[in-house]
């Protein structure tokens, strides 16, 4: 709400004041009655502004809703795109835009007639106070009458501002009613649980967390919440110096453990103190948009020396070299390790273990006492998962650190000190690795997935390629060196005035063919205004000769016409603008949703939730209504342009270029702000941790204030503006009575009040128009940014649909893929990362795909999806080409478990099946299956069914159990080829191998092609051939015992490294052929 709106609430009453005791000393006791006639008309504002705050309101629901699924879906654009989410999700987001409108269209509606009351109210009351007068005195004074509608409307300025400024004042109790919940949200303590005189590092004393629910939006119908997990009764005590592991199955509560003792779940009972600083790292890795420097250092003073230990311990020299512009990359790093560059948005030019080491050599350079290590070690193949646990976390524990370690890898745990084994949330066993091996439990599973694979019951080679891994962000693009690797790209900065086609643009968005009927519908309501002031002079003069009754009805007519036509001209302008923002938003929506994953890479997810949040928002609402308001007031305008228009017209010409251009400073700003804001909420837990709240609010703080600066300057501007033209108006009124005066006889009173009467109200109508020219102008700044979306000048992918080479519901019917010299780069003038690639993989074959990082491996997948268009080679599935297909075609027809699993909003049915394309017995099956429930026959209480909600991103989930969805998912679809990216990088061995038996089990139901970008290797060393790719090149594509068997072999080096015996791989193959 801005100051003029609290100024005009304020000063509006003494305003009528005023104008009554003039109007009482013009007319007498008449002028009560008109005024009377003015001020009953206020219940029924009140109603009317009562009703738009209610549809403000319900409207404002929809718009959180659509902002939070746009959001989601932005954020797993790569996700939609590979699962063919498209049309789909658009048809929800368009739903849910349509209920919104629905609510602005009431909304504009109501102000409509609000505005036509208002406009009216002047007309309205002097009728009945010249009807009044008229029988009070027979002979009418014309120059009192005319005196009489000046100041009637004089009262116009005060009555019209009162809905402008309620309709103010109900945006900001809606604004404060959806910022309460915020506001009175529990606060997390402040207050430091260290104490470096305790005797142990961490001690956690009869300790209860909860996850608590956020009840953002109402739960979808049907949907059953899972009552909150919980950790309970948690009692640890880590001595000094220790390294601790914990370890249990996927959704244990492993995680939650580390949670709760950073305070990041609501501590139901119990305390945690620590000895001493601790750091954190989280199981998925938060990686700032800032050069990998700032992302290690973290806020730390600069220490070269330590700077470049961390990174060694990290193992993270090797990527140095690979990517291209030293620590200072856009996360891309450099042999000659220069600082000039950055980590693009989530750090999407690194793979999922490129991630996870930024993050433990950010946790190694802060020096905590205490470090908790969410499962790092996962995303790390096996040959550098052991060295960094040999480099990096058993020399914290020979340095004095204590360090708890999460993990899977149960080939660590006879190096660590003690052990805690979790399940449900609670400690099941606890002790030394000798102690627990005297558990028939603990043993078994050593026995099973501990025992002989001390290398590598955890790895398999290096994570995929920095350029490319199939996750939310499915391009991995590297930077192009020397300061160029930079890939977020700035937002163009429009400068001079708004061009006409935007006004074109948004005319004919808003259908042109209402445009006739509309120009008719304002040249009646202003002649009805116009003839009822000539009326006047008609009833002075008697000019018809008739009775007063004749003359004052035909007045009454005109005032009710006029306020018809206003309030029709209202709605049919309101009617427009909400079909120009129907078609705006449609259209830029599909743009976004059809581009390919590289705009994605290169463009800020805030900058694009800004477009179609606050752009659209004030499409919806400033544009809207000042069209409304320059429609209504436009023939004033017209009728003294050739008068005053040059006065005014320097005035606001002046004033122009600020407005615009601080109002496009206050849009690239915003979306700054929005973008960092949304990853200081995505990295909560890591800011937390390491006490760097106090930095992170002082630069959102920056960015709030650098916003404010432009709506600062914006709002000062109007002030300028508005003083000017009321003194423009003031000193025109005055020249205009000194010619009359000078004019002597010539012209009698009547001419002289209705000449000064439309003075004074049309250059009253003019300063506001003037206001709200200028208005419109900065609100078509929001219709310039949307544009470049809906006029589709963004970059789209190659077709969706193709009609006439569509292969049909039963391709493919074999599986049979064939590359042909594929050639690959992610964007013009980066690297190559596919050189001549050439596969034949035949039907129903599994084929595993090694590597070293940077070799190429998930490129394959994405130009198997064509996520990034080949520039030569082809790839044929059942001999189709699938460049002549549509995509959705080739992606409906594929099925991927991606590394990275993304979970929607919603239930667990919506994200196995969003649009109920299969019967509840199919979805249960996968869940079967994936090992997510037991079977029928079990008598175990369920806790995941169909209708069990999902939080926004799968947060009510472990990471581990996401992956078991991820894995659910492409069962449901039953496709003939299935592609897994790293997909049990996240699970415990256990699980890995029932996951490894429902793979084989649906090979043998279905005969399909697998595709297996490995993280364990030994999960495919059974499997019919291995491709081995160096450098973006086919190097081997042979049958594991092959590729064995060449002593010199890449393949050969990474089962030494494992320490896999060809004996384990004849084994391997027998128990895969079962």
């Known amino acids: 709400m801005s100051p003029r709106s609290v100024m005009q609430i304020l000063v509006t009453p003494f305003t009528l004041a005023a104008g009554l005791v003039l109007l009482c000393l013009q007319i007498g ?73 629905n609510g ?35 002979r009418m004074d014309i120059a009192n ?72 939006a109402p739960p979808e119908k049907g949907a059953n919440s899972a009552a909150a997990f919980a950790i309970r009764d948690l009692n640890l005590q880590v001595p000094r110096g220790c390294l601790v592991a914990v370890i249990g199955p996927v959704g244990s509560g492993k995680s939650s453990i580390l949670q709760g003792i950073l305070g990041e779940m609501t501590t139901i009972d119990g305390d945690v103190k620590f000895g001493g600083r601790t750091s954190y790292c989280q199981q998925a890795a938060w990686i700032q948009n800032a050069t990998l420097r700032d992302n290690i250092l973290f806020g730390q003073p600069w220490d070269e020396a330590r700077n470049w230990k961390c990174i060694r311990q990290a193992h993270m020299t090797r990527d140095l070299e690979i990517l291209q512009d030293g620590d200072q990359t856009e996360v891309a790093l450099s042999a000659v390790w220069s600082l000039t560059s950055q980590i693009g948005e989530k750090g999407i030019n690194l793979s999922g273990g490129q991630k996870q080491r930024v993050n433990i050599a950010r946790a190694l350079y802060y020096d905590a006492d205490i470090l908790l290590l969410d499962d790092p070690l996962s995303a790390l193949d096996a040959h550098v998962g052991k060295a960094v646990f040999n480099d990096a976390i058993v020399p914290l524990r020979d340095a004095g650190k204590t360090v708890l370690l999460v ?52 790895g398999d080679v290096e994570v995929e390629p920095p350029q490319a891994a199939i996750s939310d962000d499915a391009n991995k693009a590297v930077g192009s060196g020397n300061g160029k690797g930079t890939l977020t790209t700035a937002e163009k900065r429009v400068t001079g005035a708004v061009g006409i086609y935007v006004y074109w643009a948004y005319l004919v968005a808003s259908n042109l063919k209402w445009l006739g009927p509309l120009l008719v519908m304002i040249v009646l309501m202003e002649g009805s205004q116009i003839m009822s002031n000539v009326w006047l002079t008609y009833w002075e003069s008697n000019s018809f000769h008739r009775l007063p009754p004749f003359y004052q009805g035909i007045y009454a007519m005109l005032g009710i016409m006029s306020a018809i036509f206003t309030g029709l001209t209202g709605v049919s302008l309101a009617l427009m603008a909400i079909n120009a923002s129907r078609n705006l938003y449609r259209k830029a929506l599909q743009h976004v949703f059809f581009s390919p994953m590289s705009f994605f890479d290169t463009t800020p997810l805030g900058r694009i939730q800004g ?184 970059p789209q992918e190659a077709a969706y649909d193709i009609k006439d080479t569509d292969p049909g519901p039963q391709w493919p019917t074999k599986g049979a893929i064939i590359m042909d010299k594929l050639v ?32 190429g491996k998930s490129s394959l997948t994405i130009a198997l999806y064509r996520l990034t268009e080949l520039l030569s080679g082809t790839i044929t599935i059942d001999g189709v080409d699938v460049s002549k297909i549509g995509l959705k075609a080739l992606r409906s027809k594929l099925s991927i ?25 199919v979805l249960n099956e996968a869940l079967q299956r994936a090992h997510l429930v037991k079977g029928p026959s079990s008598d175990a209480t369920q806790r995941f069914t169909l209708d069990m909600a999902i939080d926004t991103d799968g947060s009510n989930l472990s990471i581990g159990e996401r992956s078991l969805v991820s894995l659910a998912r492409p069962l449901v679809r039953d496709s003939k080829i299935m592609v897994l990216d790293e997909a049990t ?66 393949f050969r080096s990474l089962c030494n490294e494992s320490r896999i015996s060809r004996e384990e791989i004849i084994q391997a193959g027998q128990i895969e052929s079962l």
């Open 407 to 458: 993990t899977h890898g149960l080939h660590f745990l006879p190096r660590v000190d003690y052990i805690y084994s979790i399940a449900d949330g609670r400690i099941v066993e606890e002790g030394t690795y000798g102690d627990l091996l005297a558990s028939p439990s603990f043993k078994s599973l050593i026995d099973a997935f501990g025992g002989g694979h001390e290398a590598d019951s955890d």
């Open 824 to 855: 690959m780069s992610y964007r013009p003038g980066q690297p190559i990362v596919l050189k001549g690639v050439s596969l034949n993989i035949e039907p129903g074959q599994r084929v595993g795909i090694v590597g070293r990082t940077g070799a």
């Open 897 to 921: 478990i991606p590394q990275d699993p993304v979970l929607f909003s919603g239930t667990l049915r919506s994200n196995l099946d969003p649009f109920d394309d299969y019967p509840d017995a």
């Open 29 to 101: 006791v008449s002028g009560i009655i008109g005024f009377i006639v003015i001020i009953v008309s206020a219940p029924i504002t009140t109603w009317l502004t009562k009703r738009t705050y209610e549809q403000r309101k319900k409207s404002t629901e929809f718009t959180q809703q659509r902002s939070k699924l746009l959001q989601e879906l932005l954020a797993s654009m790569a996700t939609v795109k590979l699962f063919t989410y498209e049309l789909p999700f658009l048809s929800r987001l368009n739903k849910t835009r349509e209920s919104e409108l």
């Open 985 to 1050: 990088a996240s699970v415990d061995l256990e699980t890995d191998a029932a996951i490894q038996q429902a793979i084989r089990e649906e090979c043998r139901r279905s005969r399909k092609t697998l595709l297996c970008i490995a993280h364990r290797l030994r999960t495919i060393i059974g499997w019919d051939k291995i491709v081995v790719m160096e450098a973006g090149e086919v190097v081997n594509f042979a049958s594991p015992l092959e590729l064995f068997d060449n002593e010199d072999g890449i």
């Open 611 to 794: 477009v179609f949040s606050t752009d659209i928002g004030t499409i919806d609402g400033m544009l809207i209504g000042s069209i409304i308001v320059i429609s209504i007031h436009f023939p004033y305008y017209v009728a003294i342009v050739a008068v005053v228009g040059i006065l005014y017209g320097l005035v606001v010409g002046y004033y122009r270029p600020f407005a615009r251009e601080s109002q496009r400073l206050d849009a690239l700003n915003r979306g700054l702000l929005f973008s960092y804001f949304s990853e200081s909420l995505t990295g909560m837990a890591t800011i937390r941790a390491y006490g760097e709240t106090g930095r992170f609010l002082s630069e959102n703080s920056r960015l709030v204030d650098l916003q404010n600066r432009a709506t600062l300057a914006n709002n000062a501007g109007k002030q300028w503006l508005y003083v000017r033209l009321e003194m423009a108006g003031s000193i025109l009124v005055f020249a205009v009575a000194l010619m009359c005066t000078a004019g002597g006889g010539s012209i009698n009173p009547g001419q002289v009040a209705l000449i000064l009467n439309y003075m004074v109200a049309t250059t009253a109508q003019l300063s506001a128009l003037a206001g709200v020219g200028t208005l419109l102008e900065t609100a078509m700044n929001s219709v310039e940014r949307i544009l470049p979306y809906s006029d589709g000048d963004i």
């Open 104 to 138: 602005v269209r009431n909304i504009n509606f109501l102000e409509a007639t609000t505005e036509s009351i208002f406009q009216s109210l002047p007309l309205l009351g002097s009728i009945f106070a010249f009807i009044m007068y008229s029988a009070l005195h027979p």
């Open 145 to 216: 009458l005319f005196t009489a509608v000046t100041y009637f409307a004089l009262l116009q300025g005060p009555l019209y501002t009162i809905p402008q400024a309620l309709g103010s004042l109900t945006n900001v109790v809606n604004a404060l009613q959806r910022l309460a919940p915020v506001f009175e949200a529990e606060q997390r303590s402040t207050e430091s649980s260290v104490d470096p005189t305790l005797d142990v590092a961490i001690s956690v004393r009869h300790a209860s967390f909860r996850w608590d629910a956020v009840d953002e």
